[in-house]
T-cell receptor, first 114, second 113 residues
Framework: GENVEQHPSTLSVQEGDSAVIKCTYSDSASNYFPWYKQELGKRPQLIIDIRSNVGEKKDQRIAVTLNKTAKHFSLHITETQPEDSAVYFCAARKGVGNNNDMRFGAGTRLTVKP | DSGVTQTPKHLITATGQRVTLRCSPRSGDLSVYWYQQSLDQGLQFLIHYYNGEERAKGNILERFSAQQFPDLHSELNLSSLELGDSALYFC????????????FGPGTRLLVL
Protein backbone atom coordinates (compact mmCIF):
# COMPACT_ATOMS: atom_id res chain seq x y z
CA GLY A 1 0.00 0.00 0.00
CA GLU A 2 0.91 3.66 -0.03
CA ASN A 3 3.60 4.84 2.37
CA VAL A 4 3.87 8.52 3.28
CA GLU A 5 6.90 9.87 5.09
CA GLN A 6 6.91 13.30 6.66
CA HIS A 7 9.79 15.46 7.89
CA PRO A 8 10.63 16.98 10.24
CA SER A 9 8.69 15.53 13.16
CA THR A 10 9.09 18.77 15.10
CA LEU A 11 9.80 22.28 13.89
CA SER A 12 10.32 25.42 15.89
CA VAL A 13 10.48 28.83 14.22
CA GLN A 14 10.45 32.44 15.29
CA GLU A 15 7.32 34.44 14.58
CA GLY A 16 7.57 35.97 11.11
CA ASP A 17 9.90 33.29 9.76
CA SER A 18 8.92 30.69 7.18
CA ALA A 19 8.24 27.02 7.88
CA VAL A 20 8.62 24.18 5.42
CA ILE A 21 7.35 20.64 5.91
CA LYS A 22 8.19 17.92 3.41
CA CYS A 23 6.50 14.64 2.53
CA THR A 24 7.34 11.79 0.20
CA TYR A 25 5.03 9.10 -1.07
CA SER A 26 5.71 5.72 -2.56
CA ASP A 27 2.87 4.99 -4.96
CA SER A 28 3.05 6.85 -8.26
CA ALA A 29 -0.70 6.27 -8.66
CA SER A 30 -1.44 8.72 -5.85
CA ASN A 31 -3.26 11.71 -7.28
CA TYR A 32 -4.49 13.92 -4.46
CA PHE A 33 -2.44 15.45 -1.66
CA PRO A 34 -4.15 17.34 1.17
CA TRP A 35 -2.61 19.00 4.19
CA TYR A 36 -4.36 19.08 7.53
CA LYS A 37 -3.80 21.16 10.64
CA GLN A 38 -4.68 19.67 14.00
CA GLU A 39 -4.73 21.77 17.14
CA LEU A 40 -4.47 20.05 20.50
CA GLY A 41 -7.53 17.95 21.24
CA LYS A 42 -9.32 19.02 18.07
CA ARG A 43 -10.18 17.49 14.74
CA PRO A 44 -7.86 17.69 11.74
CA GLN A 45 -8.88 20.53 9.44
CA LEU A 46 -7.99 20.83 5.79
CA ILE A 47 -5.81 23.86 5.09
CA ILE A 48 -4.80 23.28 1.48
CA ASP A 49 -4.74 20.50 -1.08
CA ILE A 50 -3.24 19.84 -4.50
CA ARG A 51 -4.01 17.43 -7.28
CA SER A 52 -1.47 15.57 -9.35
CA ASN A 53 -2.08 17.69 -12.46
CA VAL A 54 -0.91 20.85 -10.66
CA GLY A 55 2.63 21.72 -9.55
CA GLU A 56 1.92 24.49 -7.07
CA LYS A 57 -0.99 26.04 -5.23
CA LYS A 58 -1.08 29.07 -2.97
CA ASP A 59 -3.61 30.41 -0.49
CA GLN A 60 -2.49 33.59 1.27
CA ARG A 61 0.44 32.60 3.55
CA ILE A 62 0.22 28.90 2.72
CA ALA A 63 1.53 27.19 -0.39
CA VAL A 64 2.00 23.60 -1.47
CA THR A 65 4.35 22.32 -4.15
CA LEU A 66 4.27 18.91 -5.79
CA ASN A 67 7.07 17.13 -7.65
CA LYS A 68 5.49 14.06 -9.23
CA THR A 69 8.75 12.79 -10.68
CA ALA A 70 10.46 12.76 -7.30
CA LYS A 71 7.21 11.83 -5.52
CA HIS A 72 7.42 14.53 -2.94
CA PHE A 73 5.33 17.50 -1.90
CA SER A 74 5.90 20.30 0.55
CA LEU A 75 3.95 22.76 2.66
CA HIS A 76 5.28 26.29 2.95
CA ILE A 77 3.99 28.71 5.56
CA THR A 78 5.30 32.27 5.32
CA GLU A 79 5.18 35.03 7.93
CA THR A 80 4.36 32.49 10.65
CA GLN A 81 2.20 33.54 13.59
CA PRO A 82 1.78 31.94 17.04
CA GLU A 83 -1.67 30.67 16.00
CA ASP A 84 0.02 28.57 13.32
CA SER A 85 1.35 26.38 16.14
CA ALA A 86 -0.24 22.94 15.70
CA VAL A 87 0.45 19.50 14.29
CA TYR A 88 0.40 19.37 10.50
CA PHE A 89 -0.31 16.19 8.57
CA CYS A 90 0.27 15.52 4.91
CA ALA A 91 -1.64 12.81 3.13
CA ALA A 92 -1.66 11.04 -0.21
CA ARG A 93 -4.73 9.55 -1.78
CA LYS A 94 -4.56 6.61 -4.10
CA GLY A 95 -7.75 5.78 -5.79
CA VAL A 96 -9.95 6.06 -8.75
CA GLY A 97 -13.51 7.22 -8.66
CA ASN A 98 -15.02 6.34 -5.30
CA ASN A 99 -12.32 3.95 -4.13
CA ASN A 100 -10.30 6.10 -1.77
CA ASP A 101 -7.27 4.96 0.15
CA MET A 102 -5.86 7.97 2.01
CA ARG A 103 -2.60 7.54 3.90
CA PHE A 104 -1.28 10.15 6.29
CA GLY A 105 2.21 11.12 7.27
CA ALA A 106 3.22 10.88 10.92
CA GLY A 107 2.77 14.61 11.48
CA THR A 108 4.95 17.64 12.19
CA ARG A 109 4.57 19.54 15.42
CA LEU A 110 5.12 23.19 14.54
CA THR A 111 5.85 25.69 17.29
CA VAL A 112 5.94 29.38 16.45
CA LYS A 113 7.69 31.39 19.13
CA PRO A 114 6.46 34.95 19.66
CA ASP B 1 -17.99 22.78 12.82
CA SER B 2 -17.44 20.43 9.88
CA GLY B 3 -20.98 19.04 9.80
CA VAL B 4 -19.74 15.55 10.66
CA THR B 5 -20.99 14.25 13.99
CA GLN B 6 -19.68 11.43 16.12
CA THR B 7 -21.04 9.78 19.22
CA PRO B 8 -20.14 9.21 21.93
CA LYS B 9 -17.46 11.83 22.62
CA HIS B 10 -15.84 9.72 25.29
CA LEU B 11 -15.99 6.03 26.07
CA ILE B 12 -14.39 4.13 28.94
CA THR B 13 -14.55 0.37 28.94
CA ALA B 14 -12.67 -2.72 30.04
CA THR B 15 -10.46 -5.16 28.18
CA GLY B 16 -12.36 -7.87 26.38
CA GLN B 17 -15.44 -5.72 25.89
CA ARG B 18 -17.10 -4.58 22.66
CA VAL B 19 -18.07 -1.03 21.73
CA THR B 20 -19.77 0.70 18.82
CA LEU B 21 -18.82 4.14 17.58
CA ARG B 22 -21.23 6.09 15.45
CA CYS B 23 -20.69 8.65 12.73
CA SER B 24 -23.09 10.80 10.73
CA PRO B 25 -21.57 12.35 7.61
CA ARG B 26 -22.17 15.84 6.30
CA SER B 27 -25.47 16.25 4.54
CA GLY B 28 -25.11 14.96 0.99
CA ASP B 29 -21.76 13.20 1.52
CA LEU B 30 -21.73 9.61 0.35
CA SER B 31 -18.28 8.57 1.59
CA VAL B 32 -17.30 7.81 5.16
CA TYR B 33 -13.80 7.07 6.41
CA TRP B 34 -12.58 5.83 9.77
CA TYR B 35 -9.20 6.67 11.29
CA GLN B 36 -7.44 5.73 14.51
CA GLN B 37 -5.12 8.20 16.24
CA SER B 38 -3.15 6.89 19.19
CA LEU B 39 -1.54 9.29 21.67
CA ASP B 40 0.87 11.64 19.89
CA GLN B 41 0.62 9.50 16.78
CA GLY B 42 -0.49 10.07 13.25
CA LEU B 43 -3.76 9.13 11.64
CA GLN B 44 -4.09 5.48 10.71
CA PHE B 45 -6.59 4.84 7.94
CA LEU B 46 -8.93 2.02 8.87
CA ILE B 47 -11.65 1.74 6.25
CA HIS B 48 -13.65 3.64 3.60
CA TYR B 49 -17.30 3.21 2.68
CA TYR B 50 -19.09 4.74 -0.25
CA ASN B 51 -22.87 4.70 -0.44
CA GLY B 52 -23.12 1.61 1.73
CA GLU B 53 -20.31 -0.38 0.14
CA GLU B 54 -16.83 -1.01 1.46
CA ARG B 55 -14.34 0.56 -0.96
CA ALA B 56 -10.92 0.50 0.69
CA LYS B 57 -9.35 -1.11 3.71
CA GLY B 58 -6.32 0.11 5.59
CA ASN B 59 -4.73 -1.13 8.78
CA ILE B 60 -7.92 -2.42 10.31
CA LEU B 61 -7.66 -5.30 12.74
CA GLU B 62 -9.86 -8.37 12.33
CA ARG B 63 -11.41 -7.54 15.71
CA PHE B 64 -12.73 -4.34 14.17
CA SER B 65 -15.56 -4.06 11.68
CA ALA B 66 -17.61 -1.29 10.17
CA GLN B 67 -20.68 -0.73 8.10
CA GLN B 68 -22.53 2.11 6.42
CA PHE B 69 -26.29 2.09 6.58
CA PRO B 70 -28.87 3.17 3.96
CA ASP B 71 -29.21 6.56 5.67
CA LEU B 72 -25.40 6.87 5.18
CA HIS B 73 -24.45 6.93 8.83
CA SER B 74 -21.69 4.55 9.75
CA GLU B 75 -20.72 2.48 12.75
CA LEU B 76 -17.33 1.15 13.77
CA ASN B 77 -17.45 -1.93 15.97
CA LEU B 78 -14.47 -2.76 18.13
CA SER B 79 -14.49 -6.11 19.90
CA SER B 80 -12.25 -8.06 22.29
CA LEU B 81 -10.78 -4.74 23.27
CA GLU B 82 -7.17 -4.49 24.37
CA LEU B 83 -5.31 -1.75 26.23
CA GLY B 84 -3.59 -0.78 23.00
CA ASP B 85 -6.93 0.04 21.37
CA SER B 86 -7.16 3.16 23.50
CA ALA B 87 -7.09 6.01 21.02
CA LEU B 88 -9.01 8.80 19.38
CA TYR B 89 -11.21 7.48 16.58
CA PHE B 90 -12.10 9.92 13.86
CA CYS B 91 -14.69 9.65 11.21
CA UNK B 92 -14.48 11.79 8.07
CA UNK B 93 -16.81 12.26 5.14
CA UNK B 94 -16.51 13.44 1.59
CA UNK B 95 -18.97 14.03 -1.19
CA UNK B 96 -17.56 11.30 -3.41
CA UNK B 97 -17.81 11.30 -7.19
CA UNK B 98 -14.48 13.01 -7.65
CA UNK B 99 -14.81 15.38 -4.69
CA UNK B 100 -12.20 13.97 -2.34
CA UNK B 101 -11.93 16.63 0.36
CA UNK B 102 -12.46 14.91 3.68
CA UNK B 103 -14.13 16.68 6.58
CA PHE B 104 -13.42 15.26 10.00
CA GLY B 105 -15.76 14.77 12.90
CA PRO B 106 -14.79 15.71 16.48
CA GLY B 107 -13.68 12.16 17.27
CA THR B 108 -14.50 9.59 19.93
CA ARG B 109 -11.92 9.16 22.66
CA LEU B 110 -11.80 5.51 23.71
CA LEU B 111 -10.09 4.44 26.90
CA VAL B 112 -9.68 0.74 27.58
CA LEU B 113 -8.82 -0.09 31.18
Amino acid sequence: GENVEQHPSTLSVQEGDSAVIKCTYSDSASNYFPWYKQELGKRPQLIIDIRSNVGEKKDQRIAVTLNKTAKHFSLHITETQPEDSAVYFCAARKGVGNNNDMRFGAGTRLTVKP
Amino acid sequence: DSGVTQTPKHLITATGQRVTLRCSPRSGDLSVYWYQQSLDQGLQFLIHYYNGEERAKGNILERFSAQQFPDLHSELNLSSLELGDSALYFCASSAGQGKETQYFGPGTRLLVL
